[in-house]
C-alpha cells in the first residue's frame, strides 16, 4: 500500500495562500493513483476538498466553503500533487490530509473511496 506525506501546512495570516503537497514513500509512482485532499477541522466531520483521477481528471466541491479558492494538480516530474489554497480564512483552518487509490480513472469526495492516507499537516489561518 502505498505511504503518503504531506507538507507545506503552518500558520497564515487571512487572505494569504498556502501550497500543500503529498509526495509518496516507497518507489511508489503517483501517476498512477487518483489522490484526493481532504480536511477535518476540530470538533466537525472530514470534508471532501478536491481530487485528481489517474487520468488526471480534477474535482473541486462546489461547496462554498472552497469554491473556487483551492486548485489541485498534480507535477509527475516530482512525484507530487498539489493543493493550492488562496484567499484563506480562519474558518480553513484544519488538518489537511491527502489519499490515494490505485488505477482510479475517476474520483470524487467519498473518503471511502480512498485506500491509503497520510498523517495529515495542519493549517492554521489566523492574525
Known amino acids: 500500500q502505498v505511504q503518503l506525506v504531506e507538507s507545506g501546512g503552518g500558520l497564515v495570516q487571512p487572505g494569504g495562500s498556502l501550497r500543500l503537497s503529498c509526495a509518496a514513500f516507497?518507489?511508489?509512482?503517483?501517476?498512477?493513483?487518483?489522490i484526493g485532499w481532504f480536511r477535518q477541522a476540530p470538533g466537525k466531520e472530514r470534508e471532501g476538498i478536491s481530487c485528481i483521477s489517474s487520468e488526471d481528471v480534477t474535482y473541486t466541491t462546489d461547496a462554498d466553503s472552497v469554491k473556487d479558492r483551492f486548485t489541485i494538480s498534480r507535477d509527475n516530474t516530482r512525484n507530487v500533487v498539489y493543493l493550492q489554497m488562496n484567499s484563506l480564512v480562519p474558518e480553513d483552518t484544519a488538518v489537511y490530509y491527502c489519499?490515494?487509490?490505485?488505477?482510479?480513472?475517476?474520483?470524487?469526495?467519498?473518503?471511502?473511496?480512498?485506500?491509503?492516507w497520510g498523517q495529515g499537516t495542519q493549517v492554521t489561518v489566523s492574525s
Open positions: 516507497g518507489g511508489f509512482s503517483l501517476e498512477y493513483y487518483a
Open positions: 489519499a490515494a487509490e490505485f488505477s482510479a480513472t475517476w474520483c470524487g469526495m467519498d473518503s471511502a473511496d480512498f485506500s491509503s
